[in-house]
């Protein structure tokens, strides 16, 4: 006889690149605002811009090629193209350093961030807390995961993202202001850090809304692609 009054919900995963085997996902945090131009755009300042993080459920994760619904509540939806990193060694209850932080990375794979954001814009403006902004339904699709044992520990190449085929972000991952190391660090300063975690590390400037029926496509060079349409 179960223990549970009703079955469980199945655990959320993401495809790893040439394998039959997935990533089990146990958390989604996001870092905000790390790049200089995306700062600027949202109305910060890089100058005075702290490493800070929100989170995603875990279940809000789909996969690569999805068609998703246009989530409720908005009329703005955005989506934001972001390198996520995959942990695969946890930090023993501890603080990781920065300079052994890579070694508890196993891949990388890229990502979109939705986001709802008008209704983030008037959270923001109320002073609370905008959670359902970011974490909602399906708001974090996830290509393939390649692991570092094949690609190393990507720190430059191009990242982007285009609408029906039009351009709107292009960046390149050497723009964030905190690195992967940094990230990994100041996060496990203040949560536990697991194997299943992913921690995406933020978009580059050029978000912009999508509307039922776009083709929304990212990639990150040396990483992988990402592509879903809306609904």
């Known amino acids: 006889m179960s223990d549970y009054l009703f079955p469980p919900s199945p655990p959320a995963s993401v495809a790893v690149a040439g394998s039959t085997q997935?990533?089990?996902?146990?958390?989604?945090?996001?870092?905000?605002q790390n790049y200089v131009a995306h700062a600027l755009e949202m109305g910060g300042d890089p100058s005075k811009q702290e490493l800070f993080f929100f989170d995603k459920p875990a279940d809000a994760v789909v996969a690569d090629g999805a068609r998703l619904p246009m989530p409720p509540a908005t009329d703005h939806l955005s989506p934001e193209i972001e390198?996520?990193?995959a942990i695969g060694e946890g930090g023993s209850g501890s603080a990781i350093a920065k300079?052994?932080?890579?070694?508890?990375?196993?891949?990388?794979?890229?990502?979109?961030?939705?986001?709802?954001?008008d209704m983030q814009a008037r959270l923001k403006k109320m002073g609370v807390a905008y959670d359902l902004?970011?974490?909602?339904?399906?708001s974090c699709p996830?290509?393939?995961?390649?692991?570092?044992?094949?690609i190393g520990h990507p720190r430059k190449g191009?990242?982007?993202l285009a609408v029906n085929g039009e351009v709107r972000q292009d960046s390149n991952i050497d723009d964030l202001i905190y690195d992967v190391p940094t990230?990994?660090?100041?996060?496990?300063?203040?949560?536990?850090?697991?194997?299943?975690?992913?921690?995406?590390?933020?978009?580059?400037?050029?978000?912009?809304?999508v509307v039922k029926g776009d083709r929304v496509e990212g990639g990150i060079e040396g990483v992988g692609t990402v592509t879903i349409t809306v609904l």
């Open 83 to 85: 390198l996520a990193v």
């Open 142 to 150: 996830v290509g393939a995961i390649r692991p570092a044992a094949e």
């Open 183 to 209: 990230i990994i660090a100041g996060l496990s300063a203040m949560v536990e850090l697991k194997p299943g975690d992913l921690i995406l590390t933020g978009t580059p400037a050029g978000v912009s809304r």
């Open 22 to 32: 997935r990533f089990p996902v146990r958390r989604i945090y996001c870092a905000g």
């Open 158 to 160: 191009r990242i982007w």
């Open 99 to 117: 300079e052994t932080a890579l070694a508890h990375v196993f891949g990388y794979a890229a990502a979109f961030d939705l986001t709802r954001r």
């Open 133 to 138: 902004a970011k974490a909602f339904d399906r």
